[in-house]
């Protein structure tokens, strides 16, 4: 977290043989390397693991990510969040009555996967998922139905590739191919989510209707000149690079948010106590049926909710490093009322931990899981320092889908809280107090992979209110 920066400086200098390498702590470095996106552009090298399927917004910078960005940024809008709102309010309300069931605890670790899994089917593909797989009608889609010409159905594609990025990084395609079983696997489920990225794209166009928004078909007609934007569109591969982008790196980003949200409130009774009166008075006035739930309307109302959502970011920033680098020449930056100068060629990682847990910009208690501290209702305290909070990166590179996620988790969040209640569910023998430990050893041990995610997991036990 801040501990290294607080025992050595906020800026720390790792010369190697290998070259040199900066871990910036420091919230005015930070800042002035978000502004200046040309001094110290994005080292996409770091993202080569997420381009097997074709380049896309997150593996490009300079001209190239310019073009990339100006298709894929107009279909994040209010349409798109209309029908993110409703379908997370709708996944998340199904869920619940799962997990509700008397006596029953749950790992909603795989389950929340599921959620945003569908989420992102609809509003990525125009394709809608039932929460429970064993009602499945669709004939291309799910978790477990495997349509015609296919090998592997498209939930397992998904979570294999998502659970062997390495590999698919690393390992030659043909020894995916032709080797292990494992790795054949691996190799089937890369393949087989291709031919479902490609099929979706080539449908896409027709997806989209006016009434029913969603991305690929805004992206799709947006690349071949339907739009306003003027130059050279994106050609297929490129389509499915970031179809591949926005249908899996923002899943793993959303499951892994929302469990650690849901995890939090599980330790801190008093929190999900506030966060349940809050939810209360907000939708008093709305219908008692959550499906009712207007987007426009309610989720202006989620202040609550937010705040829990930017609590949890903060101490659980699904990316530990924001990667950036000085390009071919040296680059000055202001430290503590003086001017320093970066070598050529250095990596800088924006240690987003680092910001996020210092002490000087989020007070005392800046460890402990406080979603009061955003609440600009009761202070003003809630407006962090500019560059301070970064689980979105920030400045030009902020990444595209924020407002996206946050609609989408405060809608799961708000389905789920309005009614329920959630603990750490003891094991025989246990007290509250150490089932809960259990809960925060799950968080303090969570491994990095594509995201810091909970790897761990403990179950949970729901009760209706």
């Known amino acids: 977290k801040f501990e290294l920066f607080e025992k050595y400086g906020d800026v720390i200098c790792a010369v190697s043989p290998g070259g040199v390498t900066i871990y910036v702590g420091s919230v005015e470095v930070a800042r002035q390397m978000y502004e200046r996106r040309n001094d110290f552009p994005k080292a996409t090298k770091v993202y080569e693991y997420v381009r097997f399927y074709g380049d896309n917004v997150l593996t490009l910078e300079g001209a190239e990510w310019r073009r ?9 809008c209010e349409a798109l969040h209309k029908v993110v709102w409703d379908e997370g309010v709708k996944q998340a309300r199904a869920a619940v009555n799962v997990w509700s069931r008397e006596n029953s605890g749950v790992r909603v670790g795989r389950d929340l996967r599921v959620i945003s899994m569908n989420v992102l089917s609809l509003s990525n593909f125009g394709v809608a998922l039932p929460f429970d797989c064993g009602s499945e009608t669709t004939e291309h889609f799910g978790q477990k139905n495997i ?27 043909w020894l995916l191919r032709n080797g292990p079983e494992s790795l054949r ?87 999900q106590d506030w966060l349940h009166k809050d939810l209360q008075e907000a939708l008093k006035d709305e219908d008692q049926d959550p499906s009712r739930w207007e987007y426009e309307r309610v989720y202006p109302k989620m202040a609550s909710v937010l705040c829990v959502l930017h609590e949890t970011l903060r101490l659980n920033a699904p990316h530990t490093h924001i990667p950036k680098w000085t390009a071919d020449k040296c680059q000055p930056v202001n430290w503590r009322g003086r001017e320093c100068l970066l070598p050529p060629g250095a990596l800088a990682y924006i240690t987003t931990t680092a910001l996020h847990y210092n002490p000087s910009l989020w007070g005392d208690t800046v460890k ?70 259990r809960g925060k050893s799950a968080i303090s041990s969570s491994e990095s992979y594509l995201t810091v995610m909970i790897r761990h997991d403990v179950e949970l036990e729901w009760v209706r209110r």
């Open 147 to 173: 349509p015609p010409g296919h090998k592997m159905s498209y939930g397992n594609a998904v979570n294999n590739v998502l659970d062997n990025i390495i590999p698919l990084a690393i390992v030659p395609k």
């Open 68 to 76: 990339h960005n100006k298709y894929t940024r107009p279909p994040f």
């Open 368 to 437: 402990g899981f406080n979603p009061q501290r955003w609440d600009l209702r009761s202070s003003s305290e809630g407006t962090p320092v500019k560059g301070a909070f970064a689980p979105f990166s920030d400045g030009w590179r902020a990444c595209v889908g924020k407002n996206f996620a946050l609609v989408e988790m405060a809608a799961v969040l708000a389905a789920l809280f309005r009614d329920c209640s959630v603990r750490i569910k003891r094991q025989e023998g246990e007290t509250q107090g150490m089932a809960d430990n």
């Open 185 to 271: 696997k691996v190799g089937l489920s890369y393949d087989e989510l291709g031919i479902y990225l490609k099929e979706l794209t080539q449908n896409g166009e027709r997806a989209t209707t006016p009434e029913k928004e969603n991305l690929l078909g805004s992206l799709v007609k947006a690349s071949a000149g339907d739009g306003p934007e003027k130059g050279p569109g994106l050609d297929d591969a490129e389509v499915i690079g970031n179809a591949f982008i926005f249908a899996v790196a923002g899943l793993e980003t959303t499951t892994g948010t929302l469990h650690y949200a849901i995890m939090h409130l599980a330790l801190n009774p008093d929190a």
